[in-house]
């Protein structure tokens, strides 16, 4: 296993579009294994493969207490959202320190290939619902600012780069 580096907001890497994974091979498991532990070690309740500059459909999670339900999407989609949202403060290992309020669709139904390359669906609520959206917002090129206004937007632009330049300066 090893821990990858997460790239950071606004880095445009993290705005490619990954590609569906067409096997699920060894190399798609030892992948899996790295960003699950990329993950834990952040520590985040996911992670999607965009942001370790891979840029294929794999996405993992962990939302629960104990830490130890790690849930593996490969090629994972959106059959179906509910009209209801939910509002949901935000994080992302990609933007960090940066927390903010987001709508969603309150459940949506997943599908995805697990490790041995079978779909599987599930129906999820709660903060397992926010985390497979913004996962999928990922793989799409979407870090979660890019849901708030252009000003928020315009502003955290503006913020990140006065820290970088401070960084730049000592
Ligand atoms: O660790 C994470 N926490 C989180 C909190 C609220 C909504 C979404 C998330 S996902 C985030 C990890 C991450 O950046 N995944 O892409
Ligand atoms: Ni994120």
Excluded: W
Excluded at 16 to 27: E, F, G, N, Q, S
Excluded at 78 to 88: P, V
Excluded at 110 to 118: K, S, W
């Amino acid at each position: 296993m090893a821990l990858l580096t997460i790239l950071h907001y606004p880095d445009k890497r993290l705005r490619k579009i990954a590609k569906r994974v067409a096997v699920v091979d060894d190399r798609i498991h030892k992948l899996v294994a790295d960003m699950a532990q990329t993950m834990y070690e952040a520590p985040g309740v996911g992670l999607a493969a965009t942001q370790v500059d891979v840029h294929e459909r794999v996405v993992v999670i962990d939302v629960s207490e104990e830490k130890n339900d790690l849930r593996v999407l490969i090629n994972p989609e959106i059959l179906a959202s509910s009209d209801d949202q939910n509002t949901y403060e935000e994080g992302c290992l990609s933007v960090p320190g940066v927390y903010d309020e987001v709508d969603r669709p309150a459940r949506v139904r997943v599908r995805a290939l697990d490790l041995a390359g079978q779909p599987y669906e599930f129906d999820a609520d709660g903060l397992l619902a926010v985390c497979v959206q913004h996962e999928i917002d990922h793989l799409n090129g979407k870090v979660f600012v890019q849901h708030l206004s252009t000003l928020k937007q315009t502003r955290l632009k503006a913020r990140l780069r006065k820290e970088q330049r401070e960084l730049e300066r000592v």
